[in-house]
């Protein structure tokens, strides 16, 4: 008796699909074609970005909505024209007339809104390039659902992701700072909580507070070792150019949803129900996008232009989209509650 073989639709799109009751339905592209994509574009990978003209038969790449996919077949496109497609959080995506699109029109995006939302790919389209174009030349506005969080693997990590987070976002690590003692670790917060919270998780063993300031003194027997890493990775340094390390970036989810928190309840603010962190650095800034875009969240930045208010005479502001509790600050979480 030969073995049987069964045929599953992916979770979402093709799901609905093969389900729908509709007279004629219609989803996906040309089988075995492949969808052109320039060779120099970056693609996702549980071990962070690659070069698509450098994948193989076998890869893992990271999607959308469906987990991690292997590379079923490679398809060599030629020359073909190459459209960029704007996004209006400043994105710039690359394809060509075949590549395919899911995305909601003004009207579904309304029917997804007030759905249950369990599934990000409900009430969508799918069609190329070409297709949207014609849309974007008639002047419809049109929607890409938010990604699922990824997956990426989990690592041994030199500090905790949190620890991390409070550090970069109120950490004194100029280089004179922390050659001073080498016993502790300097953060400059005035909530208890969260000091509370960063030594615990380093396991302190005392806190030390300078009264005429809000910097705190959090000895620990790992303060060498997490002093060593920073000088090493250069984040002794100054808040305009501070940044993530890319091992955090693409850490396991919890790790990074971790790093996250460390991060707001440090320079992050809950305003009218929506969330922003704050900082100086252009490359933190970038950092923090691909962070939270990685985490499922939507994610835009304006620019503060009062150069009188700060020292790099640049700050950037970056708006998270989400109904999550992205921090574990008591402040924060009393702010948001307001809203709710």
């Not at 592209?29 to 052109?36: E, M, Q």
């Not at 030390?208 to 070792?225: G, L, M, N, Q, R």
């Not at 835009?300 to 109904?323: A, P």
Request: glycine share 6%; net charge positive; proline share 3%.
């Amino acid at each position: 008796m030969s073995e049987q073989k069964v045929i599953r639709p992916n979770k979402g799109g093709q799901e609905h699909f093969v389900r729908t009751n509709v007279d004629v339905a219609i989803y996906g592209g040309i089988l075995a074609g492949g969808k052109p994509t320039p060779l120099n574009t970056k693609v996702l990978t549980p071990r962070g970005w690659i070069r698509n003209g450098d994948l193989k038969v076998g890869d893992e790449i990271c999607t959308p909505f469906n987990g991690v996919q292997r590379v079923a077949q490679l398809f060599p496109q030629g020359v073909k024209k190459i459209y960029k497609m704007y996004l209006l959080d400043g994105r710039v995506a690359e394809s060509g007339e075949e590549h395919l699109w899911t995305f909601r029109t003004n009207k579904q995006r309304y029917k997804y809104v007030n759905s249950d939302r369990s599934d990000r790919t409900r009430w969508t389209f799918t069609e190329t390039t070409a297709q949207l174009i014609k849309r974007l030349q008639r002047g419809e506005r049109l929607y890409l659902p938010t990604n699922d969080p990824i997956e990426f693997e989990r690592k041994d990590l030199p500090i905790d992701p949190y620890v991390l987070g409070v550090l970069i976002g109120d950490g004194c690590m100029t280089n004179s700072q922390w050659t001073d003692n080498r016993k502790c670790l300097l953060i400059s917060n005035n909530e208890n909580d969260v000091v509370k919270r960063f030594a615990s998780r380093l396991k302190s063993t005392r806190i030390v507070e300078y009264k005429k300031s809000y910097t705190k003194s959090v000895y620990c027997d790992d303060a060498f070792a997490i002093h060593k890493y920073l000088k090493d990775v250069g984040l002794c340094t100054y808040s305009y150019n501070k940044y993530i390390p890319e091992e955090y970036l693409f850490s396991f989810l919890e790790q990074r949803k971790e790093l996250l928190a460390g991060l707001f309840d440090t320079d992050g603010c809950v305003d009218d129900g929506s969330f922003q962190f704050t900082t100086t650095s252009e490359r933190l800034r970038d950092d923090v996008l691909h962070l939270v875009r990685s985490l499922g969240y939507n994610a835009t930045w304006n620019k503060d232009k009062r150069t009188y208010k700060y020292t790099s005479g640049v700050c950037y502001d970056v708006v998270i989209h989400t109904s999550d509790e992205i921090f574990h600050s008591k402040k924060h979480k009393e702010r948001y509650a307001e809203y709710l």
